[in-house]
């Protein structure tokens, strides 16, 4: 309960850890379900790519929006609707696979309406952050929540490999455990404490609200850089989860379905990984990890393109665990501890839009390897990364001796808290900060936690 772990001190927090657990675990595995079942009905790796198409079209479209709403209503009703509904809709789409009545439109529609609870869902647990958690306590809370995010991106795909290879689980029957996370995670999200939604006068449109977001992203040299880094790996990572149905089963003759056996590969590394690098996001090497993150997930591309049996893409499915893991852990820790609370719920839906753009961008992926190849599309894909991780190499050179924002998590840990800071914000909030919970360990914890922080300039 200190350090890097200081924020599980608070009783609250623990709770909305566990169901973000839980919930977004449902929400990943669907996602990564739908281009096998997809494959499985037609044979084609655009059609894989097609069926996600649906989630990326909803999240587009309702994911900043989300975020306006997250930092300005109540947040469990936003939660719950987030989660009652998906897990309704996952047990339909299980009956529908059992039953051998699925299709490749009912499979889109599907994908459709799980992108739309994720955007309710994804920023306001994030916003809900801020009012369950003391702000000294926040760079750990911070961390600790992309933990659980990203340890949903790893124990889902696990659970199902578990299910499918062990017990001969069907994909119908992994729908019906989707649905079930859900419902874990419901009484978690009804015993959180709800603070009152900001008052009608006090809001502004929803145009002014996220105009107000976009401009605070993009006025920030490192939440505009990570942003960009973010939208590009997110596409690119998501070509090996696009791919890899078909690859397995064209290259290597291995069933479709068995994909989950590289998922389970990967979910034991990137689970065994999370911890060490949970004590280290928040450190002075942060940037240097997600550099070198970067391009070890360059490196593991085109190792896959090149393998030549599935035993060996068994063994580069080991460091894909580590990079994606590792990608996707350090980048958005540093975009939420460089972020101010106030603006948690708005920057979370941008985040989301990366998830939007890699099912959206999805069959791009497909196309190509049905026009050019498999194992030349992933060639591609390496590359895209390589020139990615380089530039943000050279963008971090440039601003590291910046000053941190003051009142952001990253600001808070490393005592930078005073107006001097940094620059004053855009605008003043049209709405005051959510008051935190006062209820938490004394502040003398966080003498470790200071000790572990970032010194000024090093983020």
Same mark, same amino acid.
């Given at each position: 309960m200190s350090g890097p772990f200081a924020a599980f001190a608070a009783s609250n927090f623990q709770l909305l850890w566990g169901g973000t657990l839980f919930s977004t675990t449902a929400f990943m595995t669907s996602f990564l379900l739908v281009p096998i079942v997809a494959y499985e009905i037609t044979g084609s790796y655009t059609a894989s790519g097609l069926a996600l198409m649906g989630s990326g079209f909803s999240m587009l479209v309702l994911g900043p929006i989300g975020g306006v709403i997250a930092d300005r209503y109540a947040k469990r009703p936003l939660v719950l609707l987030g989660q009652i509904i998906p897990g309704l809709l996952m047990l339909g789409t299980g009956v529908l696979v059992v039953t051998d009545v699925i299709t490749l439109w009912m499979l889109f529609l599907s994908s459709l309406l799980m992108g739309v609870g994720f955007a309710l869902m994804g920023p306001a647990r994030q916003a809900w952050m801020s009012e369950v958690i003391p702000r000294p306590l926040m760079g750990s809370g911070v961390g600790l929540m992309q933990v659980s995010q990203n340890l949903a991106l790893v124990l889902g795909p696990m659970l199902g490999s578990v299910l499918l290879i062990v017990f001969a689980f069907g994909s119908g029957q992994i729908y019906f455990l989707i649905a079930g996370c859900f419902l874990v995670a419901l009484p978690l999200t009804t015993m959180l404490p709800d603070a009152a939604a900001v008052s009608a006068s006090a809001r502004r449109s929803v145009v002014r609200e996220l105009g107000s977001g976009l401009r605070y992203l993009w006025s920030s040299p490192r939440l505009r850089m990570l942003w960009a880094f973010w939208m590009v790996i997110s596409v690119c990572r998501f070509a090996s989860q696009t791919l890899l149905p078909g690859f397995i089963e064209r290259n290597f003759g291995i069933p479709a379905s068995d994909t989950f056996l590289l998922y389970l590969i990967v979910g034991v590394v990137a689970l065994v990984a999370n911890v060490p690098l949970a004590r280290m996001i928040s450190g002075r090497r942060a940037w240097q990890l997600l550099i070198g993150f970067g391009i070890l997930m360059a490196a593991v591309f085109v190792m896959g393109a090149l393998t030549p049996s599935f035993f060996a893409l068994m063994l580069v499915a080991i460091l894909v665990g580590l990079a $994606? $893991?590792?990608?996707? !852990?350090?980048?958005?820790?540093?975009?939420?501890?460089?972020?101010?609370?106030?603006?948690?719920?708005?920057?979370?839906?941008? %985040? %989301?839009?990366?998830?939007?753009?890699?099912? &959206?961008?999805?069959?791009?992926?497909?196309?190509?390897?049905?026009?050019?190849?498999?194992?030349? $599309? !992933? =060639?591609? %894909?390496? !590359?895209? =990364? &390589?020139?990615?991780?380089? &530039?943000?190499? %050279?963008?971090? !050179?440039r601003i590291r001796g910046m000053p941190l924002e003051a009142g952001t998590p990253a600001a808070l840990a490393a005592g930078e808290n005073s107006p001097e800071a940094a620059p004053a914000p855009l605008e003043p909030p049209s709405a005051p900060v959510p008051v935190f919970v006062a209820r938490v360990a004394p502040v003398a914890r966080m003498g470790r936690q200071k000790e572990q922080s970032v010194p000024a300039g090093g983020d």
């Open positions: $994606t $893991t590792g990608v996707m !852990l350090v980048n958005q820790a540093l975009i939420m501890s460089n972020s101010r609370p106030e603006y948690f719920g708005r920057v979370m839906s941008f %985040v %989301v839009l990366g998830f939007a753009a890699q099912s &959206l961008l999805a069959p791009i992926w497909g196309v190509s390897a049905d026009a050019i190849g498999d194992r030349e $599309t !992933l =060639v591609i %894909v390496g !590359l895209i =990364v &390589l020139a990615c991780s380089v &530039l943000l190499a %050279v963008g971090w !050179l």
